[in-house]
Nanobody, 116 residues
Framework: QAQLVESGGGLVQAGGSLRLSCAAS????????MGWYRQAPGKQRDLVAT???????VYADSVKGRFTISRDNAKNTVYLQMNSLKPEDTAVYYC??????????WGQGTQVTVSS
């Protein structure tokens, strides 16, 4: 059964750091893109960052210079290093993967809370 399992969320003070991890398993076809989205209460789910299998990355403007996405293709795992966290980064963070057959998968979400 295909699944994405996230870990690393939690509570941190403003200015602090967290590292999210997401491991994909049971996905038959090669994964082209992995990434992270987030959804704050009452808001839509927005892109945070994505990374292609060739290493090309895309970041939301709001996280550029603070967040870094990386990937271990051999382990089908994606990471999100979050530094200089702000209260407005508080959200549920969802892992995302899209295969070469254009099939998408989502993780169950992990809560990140940044206190002021």
């Amino acid at each position: 059964q295909a699944q994405l399992v996230e870990s690393g969320g939690g509570l941190v003070q403003a200015g602090g750091s967290l590292r999210l991890s997401c491991a994909a398993s049971g996905i038959i076809f090669s994964i082209n893109v992995m990434g992270w989205y987030r959804q704050a209460p009452g808001k839509q789910r927005d892109l945070v960052a994505t990374i292609r299998s060739d290493g090309i990355t895309v970041y939301a403007d709001s996280v550029k210079g603070r967040f870094t996405i990386s990937r271990d293709n051999a382990k089908n795992t994606v990471y999100l290093q979050m530094n200089s966290l702000k209260p407005e980064d508080t959200a549920v963070y969802y892992c995302y993967a899209a295969t070469s057959r254009l099939v998408s998968y989502w993780g169950q979400g992990t809560q990140v809370t940044v206190s002021s």
